[in-house]
């Protein structure tokens, strides 16, 4: 299956119990297509750039998902008819989401480092 991001913003007035109905619902949706939540992130409440629909502030979420296609389909319509919803962006991710456990090595610098000298 392939690996999806999504972010989304909702409403800055909406209580605890609302997000975390939206949240589950939004999971739901994931679940429901034989998918796979592999990270859900709060990023807070945050000023944005240029009001939107009257808002100049939103929470924004960070979804990533392994899931067939029609599911993305499914997850955007929701946030269309969602009114709690501001924003949203869905991209499709090449790399899978799997943790590197090797640290990157530091190759060697080919530029010799030039001590400075006292000038009398």
């Not at 034989?34 to 009257?54: E, H, Q």
């Not at 899931?67 to 790399?95: C, M, P, Q, S």
Request: hydrophobic share 35%; no cysteine.
């Amino acid at each position: 299956m392939p690996n999806y991001e999504t972010v989304f913003i909702l409403k800055p007035t909406l209580s605890n119990e609302k997000v975390e109905e939206i949240l589950e619902k939004v999971k739901g949706i994931i679940t429901s297509g034989n998918g796979i939540v592999i990270l859900s992130d709060s990023w807070g409440k945050r000023r944005l750039a240029y009001p939107v629909k009257k808002n100049k502030e939103g929470s924004y979420y960070l979804l990533q998902f392994s899931a067939d296609g029609d599911v993305v389909g499914v997850l955007e319509n929701f946030f269309r008819i969602t009114d709690d919803v501001i924003k949203y962006i869905t991209i499709k991710i090449k790399k899978s989401f799997k943790k590197k456990t090797e640290p990157k090595k530091k190759e060697k610098s080919d530029i010799a480092v030039v001590e400075k000298s006292e000038i009398v």
